[in-house]
């Protein structure tokens, strides 16, 4: 139990953070409803944008496209770099709306801004970085080279859950490699928004960026797909549900668009014998809890060597009774509410179903301090012993439940962990070299991520982010990302005076 802020102290925390980065308030009234999952109550309203005003902006982006492809991206990076400075300035108030709007802990809202931060220090030094290959041509007095140019208008849509780190992932790479953005932020989330893009319309006119280059939408699904479908936004990335990455997907494809898509992600551990217990431990509990389970890449099925299952549960549950759960606002709070009610109802309905199919909820999942704040949701994160069969396994609930499943070999045990639709993030707990090699390879884990003796969760912004099968493809973040928000042009030069064919045609 915790102490509760009232709904009146996070409105004007909110409001403050909001003046401090930019926004102008006046500006932003009207009657769509922002609530805080803290209290569930509203702390503010903001407009909605019609669509006229969706279009005016798609058009405005494309019309700023046309400026900023010319510009040099070391230029580009300028803009990304102040901008990175000014997340750096605001660090604070932009996680005070992280907070609000979403119920993370203190800690994991900064964290979610130094994402932000990461990710401009990463795209500035990658804006002298774009390079081409050049190839050995088969005629002589020819140079074959391939060049990346920018793309056009990048359309994000973004989950409730991260805010602001996702859209900075896109942006940030967006912008060096000379495309514009117009981004959807989810409705649960608009004032986080608010403020990251209005920090950076200040790097824009700071540095003497054109206008235009960014735009952020309140609206709602209708307003999304009409992003989504329309012609001159070259790039849809989209962050959700399997069930919404089935919806764009068809649409974007018809018109010939490209979609970087990032869905839903049911990731599995892969506990040994081998295991050091302890680290184990840590890596589970934050995983499978942290942030209310409301992350991509939680911890939602646990495959522990039979040998040592009981023994492990049982530690996790003991575990679990030691998190503080309550108001992320209170020093201590560990987890956090549930977004709305609708996440709560997904939570009891996949318990039910796990129990219905043979499972046992053997700790957890009850809903708590409701009497203080009925309309806020927050639940102790559940334990759930399922057989290997269970179907409930196959999907992904946006909340704190951890299945436990078990196996012998590990064989079984990666046929388990691949067993799902879903390809996000993925570990592996052991000290035996062979075991982590073999989940490594091409014949172990089919996620995008796999890990070793850490958990599911806390990816770091140098590595691609991205996964497998319905979690989408799409790859985000680091490596060699910055090449989907370019497009690739293959040149070839010829100085030799002659004009020999390739292959060895002749024709005249």
Known sequence: MTNFPSTASITDDVRRALEATGVDLDAIGGDAEVRSPITGEVILHTRT??????DAAIAAAAEAFKTWREVPA???????KRWGQLLTEHKEDLATLVTAEVGKIRSEALGEVQEMIDIADLAVGQSRQLFGKTMPSERPGHRLAEAWHPLGVVGIISAFNFPVAVYAWNTALALIAGDTVVWKPADAVRLSALATDALLAQAVREVGAPEGLHHVLLTDRVGGQRLVEDERVALVSATGSVRMGREIAPLIAKRFGRALLELGGNNGAIVAPSADLDLALRGIVFAAAGTAGQRCTSLRRLIVHSSIAETLTSRIIEAY???NIGSPTVEGTL?????????????????????DEGGAVLYGGTRVLHDEHPEAYYVEPAVVRVPSQSGVVQEETFAPILYVLTYDTLDEAIELH???????SSAIFTNDQTEAERFLSASGSDCGIANVNIGTSG????????????TGGGRESGADSWKQYMRQATNTVNFSGQLPLAQGVKFL
């Open 321 to 323: 009774k030691t998190l």
């Open 49 to 54: 944008h019609d669509d006229e005003e969706i």
């Open 74 to 80: 070391p230029v580009r990076g300028a803009l990304v």
């Open 335 to 355: 987890v956090g509410p549930l977004i709305n009610r609708a996440s709560f109802e997904a939570q009891q309905k996949a318990l039910a179903r796990a129990v």
């Open 459 to 470: 990816a770091e912004i140098g590595g691609a982010f991205g996964g497998e099968k319905e």
């Open 418 to 424: 691949n067993g799902v639709p879903q390809g996000l």
